[in-house]
């Protein structure tokens, strides 16, 4: 749908040719863009809450670059996850010179994360839902600085607590009262997973646990993490998929919007 379809669809609702309610069926179904390399959907936040962000593993930095634009354009900002340093410097610093100054592009390298016009982090508040992000250990920071920043695209307040897993538990308590005060936790762990079991028997809130590829041997890559995170015995407890801190976030982002 472009910016004239848009106006007839307007003028039919003021002259009573349409609904309001029949329009509405029609937007939330509508528009796609369609490039050369993907077909965009720009209403997705209208149908589902969330606006369509870009994964970025397996496509090309030029695709990624034009996906950033369009999606800009659209909603005035825009995210790209699994983005590399080689293709994010590419972006960054093209060949035919640097991008402009206000082209609001941050590279955030931990998280492997582009966006465009990231809006500024959200300090948690008493009266305002958040999420505590947890790792059990240093090593799962990627995948939780790629939920933290999810969240932060999305507008949601929320806290980072780090490397407090059962190899040392006493580490844990000091952050408790914060914790259970949470609306949801993501739980972020490698190893044999135990963290998110163990926090899921102390807190009230939702749990969303993120299995790491973080491991020696018989970890296999995070299956064995996976696997122990959905055989817990703790109730309220959710899992995705390897490594998806993105995942993860749009769980929790969710959760908060039904608040």
């Known amino acids: 749908m472009n910016r004239a379809d848009l106006q007839t669809l307007l003028t039919q609702i003021a002259n009573g040719k349409r609904s309001p309610e029949d329009a509405l069926e029609i937007l939330a179904t509508l528009p796609l863009q369609e490039l050369s390399h993907s077909t965009l959907d720009l209403h997705r936040e209208l149908r589902t809450g969330t606006p369509e962000v870009i994964f970025g593993e397996n496509k090309t930095a030029d695709q990624i670059a034009d996906n950033l634009l369009r999606l800009n354009q659209a909603h005035g900002k825009a995210l790209a996850t699994r983005v590399s340093s080689r293709k994010a410097r590419h972006i960054l610093n093209p ?100 963290l998110p079991s163990v926090l899921a028997g102390l807190v009230p809130c939702p749990l969303i646990a993120v299995p790491t590829s973080v491991g020696y041997g018989t970890a296999r890559n995070g299956e064995t993490t996976l696997h122990a995170m959905l055989t817990s015995c703790a109730s309220g407890l959710a899992v995705v998929n390897i490594d998806n801190g993105f995942g993860a976030a749009l769980f929790a982002h969710k959760l908060l919007s039904q608040i």
């Open 95 to 194: 060949k035919d010179g640097p991008p402009a100054p206000d082209s609001g592009l941050s590279y955030h390298r931990s998280a492997r994360i582009l966006a465009r016009n990231l809006p500024d982090k959200i300090a948690p508040s008493e009266d305002k839902p958040f999420v505590s992000i947890v790792t059990a250990g240093t090593s799962d920071l990627t995948v939780a600085e790629e939920a933290a920043l999810t969240l932060q695209y999305l507008e949601h307040p929320f806290i980072q607590i780090t490397d407090i897993g059962v190899a040392g538990l006493h580490r844990l308590f000091p952050h408790l009262e914060t914790l259970r005060r949470s609306t949801a936790i993501i739980a972020v762990a490698g190893m044999e997973g135990a």
